[in-house]
């Protein structure tokens, strides 16, 4: 979510915005001790002076206050509605805000007009989706954080199944849920070397990380059943907390007791956590065959990642992942999520294409300037209409 913060903050103060003017953003983010502040700052920099980042946490109100917040609201006693504390200012020195998160621990009080980014509502598909009881993906908090969409000047997505589900399951009025192109950070890979003549080191380089909807166990009986139709390339796992899916670390990662059980598998695979932007353009580069292999999510950024790379996209099928290629010209093997057969198919046809160097089909199509103004616009003239109408 803060690679989609960064972007937004990009885009929306590196313009002069119709019936706006310019537009100065701070990012806030949870104060964690997961963020290089030092590094964010000046990332936050080199976008341009007009934006920052401030640390806050989110601090629950009492039932009263809550219910003079959201007055319509069926709240219950122990309902959690929760405002960001970020200092004395709690984001009050801004004019809207914007939050860039599906799941937060209640529904947020608006003390400004807001509008939410909604990346997915994954729960909905994925029962286990972003933590157990009373943790992100718990559908009591959440149902509480969708009672808030309900008062934002407006949630946006990057997909229509997405949308569909901000307002048939989060319960936001038809009239407020705004599509918008995704961004796709197409300036800050353009200094990235191309990809020329084929894979280096032929493999599958699995792109993943530990969250349940990554699909493990179904992917590894893939694995299973692509050497056992003779596939030859080793496999390469990469993301964060990759080193969870090793069993040899001691983890009890349902991915790592997947691979444990398949120790043909676990022997031809290498596992990496999250390399940098420029590691990992290479590796994709180098492999030739990329894999995303997921129940369900909003599609992934590593679709693009591998066109730009030049490599082939090996893919489970779900809408919004086919709708994301299908847009973007991401020529894409796809294969159903729950069945392992068909998957160690289609890997093992990107791996036909690979030694006969046969180059990817992708036709790139980045958002252009024009369509990204339009949806991100929009979401801008409904937070400034709300703020006007409160004035």
């Known amino acids: 979510m803060l690679r989609n913060a ?48 401030r640390p806050f946490r989110w601090r629950r109100l009492e039932t009263g206050s809550a219910r003079v917040v959201f007055p319509a609201a069926p709240l219950s006693d122990a309902a959690s509605v929760v405002v960001p504390v970020d200092g004395a200012r709690a984001f009050r020195d801004a004019d809207a805000w914007i939050v860039m998160a599906s799941h937060t621990s209640g529904a947020v ?21 972003f933590g157990g009881p009373q943790g992100l993906g718990d559908r009591a908090a959440l149902a509480e954080t969708m009672v808030g969409w309900r008062d934002a000047a407006c949630v946006f997505a990057t997909t229509p199944m997405t949308l569909s589900d901000v307002v048939s399951y989060a319960g936001v009025p038809p009239e407020r849920a705004v599509l918008v192109p995704l961004q796709t950070e197409a300036d800050a890979l353009a200094n990235m070397p191309a990809a020329t003549g084929g894979p280096s080191e032929p493999g599958l380089l699995w792109v993943t990380n530990a969250a349940p909807h990554k699909n493990h166990v179904q992917a590894v009986a893939a694995l299973r059943a692509y050497l056992t139709a003779g596939g030859g390339l080793d496999v390469t796992v990469c993301g964060v907390d990759g080193h969870l899916l090793d069993p040899r670390s001691g983890s009890r990662h ?8 398949a120790p043909e598998v676990l022997a031809r695979t290498a596992f990496l956590n999250e390399p940098g932007d420029a590691e990992f353009h290479r590796l994709m580069a180098a492999r030739g065959v ?55 198919q289609a890997l093992l046809e990107a791996e036909r294409r690979v030694r006969a160097r046969v180059p990817p089909a992708h036709k790139l199509r980045e958002p252009t300037a024009a369509e990204l103004e339009a949806g991100y616009g929009d979401v801008l003239r409904r937070l400034v209409a709300a703020a006007r109408s409160r004035a």
């Open 6 to 53: 960064m972007l937004l903050a990009s885009l929306y103060a590196g313009r002069s915005w119709p019936g706006v003017g310019s537009v100065e953003v701070v990012i806030g983010l949870l104060d964690v001790d997961v963020y290089d502040w030092a590094e964010l700052r000046r990332a936050c920099r080199r976008i341009g002076p007009q934006v920052s980042v």
């Open 109 to 129: 009080a608006w003390l400004r007009p807001s509008a939410v980014f909604c990346a997915d509502l994954l729960p909905r598909r994925v029962p286990a989706a």
């Open 254 to 261: 349902a991915g790592a007791l997947a691979f444990a059980a």
């Open 290 to 344: 990329v894999w995303h292999n997921a129940v369900a999510d909003n599609g992934s950024f590593v679709a693009f990642d591998a066109a730009r790379a030049g490599a082939h996209l090996v893919s489970s099928d779900y809408p919004p992942m086919r709708y994301l290629c299908e847009q973007h010209g991401i020529a894409t093997l796809f294969h159903p999520p729950a069945d392992p057969d068909v998957a160690a």
